[in-house]
């Protein structure tokens, strides 16, 4: 992983694209030399992510002398990121062209394919119809994060319902097709549940 802080030229430009949602610019870019589709925000000391000369992301004691080009940033975050957490599908597809991962994981523990998946989830949302090309794009992505979670989610009602709730062990794959998508809430649901009485 890089640091953008190593290569400001492409970074600069790439972060510059990214906030006005120019695909052809981001493109451009990320074939610069050095460009690292995989590059991550860095917090700064202080607490803010790290700027370039006052164009950055968005940090609220410098907010009067630099306009942000991002208000939100995590530590942890890649372009990716960046791009779907405002919508920009069409960036998000540069960026996984040029070998950026969906598997990520910033500092709150957000990953870019589990973003896609909300999206996925939610095919009335106002931005939803800009992302078809992009959710096909990584439907098998998408797809394997579904079969992973549903695993997991399995796993841990087995656990769980063996010990606590043994009647329950044969509703599990009925819970599961009920609660498709949101298989990791089940599973909350019940360590909550069960954790309370236990």
Known sequence: MTSWLCEPR?????????????????????QLPSANAHAIVTQRPGGAPFDFAGEGFYDALAEKWASPLFKHAIDGD?????????HDPVCARVLLDAGAALETVNSAKETPV???????MEPTA??????ADLLEHTKLQLQQYQEA???RARDG?????TRY????????????REFYGRELDLLARVLEKYHTSS
């Open 10 to 30: 492409w970074a600069h430009e790439a972060l510059q694209a990214l906030s006005r949602r120019d695909a052809p610019r981001l493109r451009a870019a990320l």
């Open 78 to 86: 890649t372009l990716l990121h960046l791009a779907l957490r405002q």
């Open 114 to 120: 589990a973003m896609l998946w909300a999206v996925h």
């Open 126 to 131: 106002p931005h939803a119809a800009s992302y």
């Open 149 to 151: 979670n549903a695993a």
């Open 157 to 161: 009602l087995v656990a769980v319902y």
């Open 165 to 176: 709730a043994p009647d329950r062990l044969g509703k599990i794959e009925l819970q599961l």
